[in-house]
Nanobody, 129 residues
Framework: QLQLVESGGGLVQPGGSLRLACAVS????????IGWFRQAPGREREGVSC????????NYADSVKGRFTISRDNANNMVYLQMNSLNAEDTAVYYC??????????????????????WGQGTQVTVSS
């Protein structure tokens, strides 16, 4: 069955780094866009980053550009989010999500959570001293 499982969250001090992982199963991975999203208490879910299927392109929210890097390992059906220079505003539950795109739209990669129908359970990231 379709499944996404996030891992790697935890507590980190401001300025620190964390690497999140998303294990994906039940998809044709090469034709699946994967996004990272986050939701802080009392706030709406927002897009963080996205990586497309084959011929991957990437997209980042302005708030994380230059600090976060998304990557994928198709051989192992894994997507990663390397987060550097973390600050308190990055504190949130982080989710990965998937959307199949097909071969003709394999470069599709927005960071709009409403466009992703399949979601993991999330992993908590807390940035605090």
């Amino acid at each position: 069955q379709l499944q996404l499982v996030e891992s790697g969250g935890g507590l980190v001090q401001p300025g620190g780094s964390l690497r999140l992982a998303c294990a994906v199963s039940g998809f044709t991975f090469d034709y699946t866009a994967i996004g990272w999203f986050r939701q802080a208490p009392g706030r709406e879910r927002e897009g963080v980053s996205c990586i497309s299927g084959s011929l991957p392109s990437t997209n980042y929210a302005d708030s994380v550009k230059g600090r976060f890097t998304i990557s994928r390992d198709n051989a192992n059906n894994m997507v990663y989010l390397q987060m550097n220079s973390l600050n308190a505003e990055d504190t949130a539950v982080y989710y990965c999500a998937a959307r199949t795109t097909g071969r003709s739209t394999s470069g599709w990669c927005p960071i709009n959570p409403g466009l992703f129908p399949n979601w993991g359970q999330g992993t908590q990231v807390t940035v605090s001293s």
